[in-house]
Antibody, heavy 117, light 107 residues
Framework: QVQLVESGGGLVKPGGYLRLSCAASGFTFSDYYMSWVRQAPGKGLEWVSHISSSGTMYYGDSVRGRFTISRDNGKNSVSLEMHSLRADDTAVYYC???????????WGQGTRVTVSS | DIQMTQSPSSLSASVGDRVTITCRASQGIRNDLGWYQQKPGKAPTRLIYAASSLQSGVPSRFTGSGSGTEFTLTISSLQPEDLATYYCLQYHNSPFTFGQGTKVEIK
């Protein structure tokens, strides 16, 4: 079955750096785009970034220029490098699989990022 | 960016009631819309894709409809396990965008 397992979350100071990873299994990784979606405490869902199977990257306005998404089709993994972190980046970050035809379908359980001094 | 306006933000209904949630897109998105359910403390799961296609394993009391700019999620007979927050998501254009969410409570 499809499994998406996030890692790398934690506590970081404002202005700091963190790298999230998502290990995928149970499907042909290279057939899907991969995304990151976040949810701040008590808030709704926010699309962060996604990367197509061929490596084209897209970013939400709030993270463009600070976050970088990448994927390794050989290792079935996707990463999110987060620079210049701010308090409002505090959230649970979900790894999500999808296709452009039918949209996002499977979600990981999330990894928590807290930006605080 | 495409804006998704979802309503209502919350509702309270009784078991067996029919519940309707609406999403409006700021521009046409064909049928590139999904509906997601998020139960408290859990990751979201998909209910509907392509506006009206039921995700495998999802109860048939959930139906989606609409195209273009107006979309609806209907729960035909609300059950206690439907306590959750529901989100629409457009994947027609990047960046993808969510509605603000609808919190469904059971009376």
């Amino acid at each position: 079955q499809v499994q998406l397992v996030e890692s790398g979350g934690g506590l970081v100071k404002p202005g700091g750096y963190l790298r999230l990873s998502c290990a995928a299994s149970g499907f042909t990784f290279s057939d899907y785009y991969m995304s990151w979606v976040r949810q701040a405490p008590g808030k709704g869902l926010e699309w962060v970034s996604h990367i197509s199977s061929s490596g084209t990257m897209y970013y939400g306005d709030s993270v463009r220029g600070r976050f970088t998404i990448s994927r390794d089709n050989g290792k079935n993994s996707v990463s999110l490098e987060m620079h210049s972190l701010r308090a409002d980046d505090t959230a649970v970050y979900y790894c999500v699989r999808g296709t452009f035809l039918t949209g996002p379908d499977s979600w990981g359980q999330g990894t928590r990022v807290t930006v605080s001094s | 960016d495409i804006q998704m306006t979802q309503s209502p933000s919350s509702l309270s209904a009784s078991v067996g009631d029919r519940v309707t949630i609406t999403c409006r897109a700021s521009q046409g998105i064909r049928n590139d819309l999904g509906w997601y359910q998020q139960k408290p403390g859990k990751a979201p799961t998909r209910l509907i894709y392509a506006a009206s296609s039921l995700q495998s394993g999802v109860p048939s009391r959930f139906t989606g409809s609409g195209s273009g700019t107006e979309f609806t999620l209907t729960i035909s007979s609300l059950q206690p396990e439907d306590l959750a927050t529901y989100y629409c998501l457009q994947y027609h254009n990047s960046p993808f965008t969510f509605g603000q969410g609808t919190k469904v409570e059971i009376k």
